[in-house]
């Protein structure tokens, strides 16, 4: 009976979106950039698609791969959603673009609306707050971090991302106080249409020690109807959400959650979760540290470094795999490490899946990322939903 592991591996596009010069991204390519600034190999990934894919997207083959897939069905993913966000990108791979727009902060100083500032320090009962701007959040917690511990006040800081991000450290200001105020902040700017309210927990007791920790939170808006989390539970199925997809999702459509920090033990929870899983389980990992230590740093070498640590471990995943589960990796957005600034960037995804019972094919182009939250739930023998189209059905 059929299972599905889906893997996204944060914010590693392939370039050529259609749509980039509406958000400044022309030219981004997150693959084809590290590639031809560092020397690459990633053959499980090549056979999957992953080059073929690249040359589909951005009419060029990443140096060091090739353009032909041997064992994978293969293709390119193309956003709908607006924005270059986390949750405008996996909410579309689950099957639900995104219908509105989302609200964001403008890259002012100080930036958030003083009377927002004004309730929450009210409501969290808080001296101040540190920030209140856009900025990296290793860099603002090694320059505020030490005033931080010393007044008792919370960093806040913001992205071209909609989001409030919160920064406290763990001992000094407390991680269940930091998560407490952190869902006061989400109560102050969900009417704003901000996608989520992150804690930011940290530890160290100066600049040069201070160092980001496992005990991440989003608090998200919830997405506006049933995603392919969703279906799979209503299907009495379960539902594994490893690393921060719960988050994501605000939890619908959960059966089991997993934490794991960083990108190691992520696919250490992934190969115990297949271990374990019975027929019809459906486990989606998010693969962070792309994003979240390498591509937000402008880490060239660091980014491909981790390309390769996970390459070399895909085998782990196929060697677990039964002869009618499924494999799907793909991307929720960019994150060009040679590009200015340190947001996102708007590009195409790859899609490369793999099955014991499917041959290598192309499926080309596909509209909308929801084609994968599609396939995903044909292959798991769900009704078809409103958004996308399954790509593999006629492959079977």
Known sequence: MPRAILCILDSFGIGGAPDAADYGDVGADTLGHIAANFPLSLPNLD???LGAAATLSSGATPKGLTNKAKTGVWGVGREVSKGKDTPSGHWEIAGVPVPFDWGYFPNTEPTFPPDLIAQFIEKAGLPGILGNRHASGTAIIAELG???IRTGKPICYTSID?????AAHETHFGLERLYQVSEIAFKLTAPLMIGRVISRPFVGEDAASFKRTGNRRDFAIAPPEPTLLDR???AGHPVVAIGKISDIYAGHGVTEKI?????????DATL??????????????NF??????YGHRRDVPGYARALMAFDARLPDIIARMGPDDLLVLTADHGNDPTWPG?????????????SPSLSPASIGIRPTFADIGESIAAWLGLPPGKHGTSFLSFLR
């Not at 934490?259 to 696919?267: D, I, Q, R, S, Y």
């Not at 115990?272 to 990992?285: K, L």
């Open 47 to 49: 056979a999957l698609g």
């Open 146 to 148: 030490e005033e931080s």
């Open 162 to 166: 909609s989001v409030f991000q919160i």
């Open 232 to 234: 799979v539970h209503a």
């Open 259 to 267: 934490k794991a920090n960083g990108n190691n033990a992520l696919m």
């Open 272 to 285: 115990g979760a297949i271990d374990a899983a019975a027929d019809h389980t459906f486990i989606m990992t």
């Open 288 to 293: 962070v540290d792309f994003d979240q230590e």
């Open 342 to 354: 340190t947001d996102h960037t708007r590009e195409q995804v790859p899609i490369m899946a793999f």
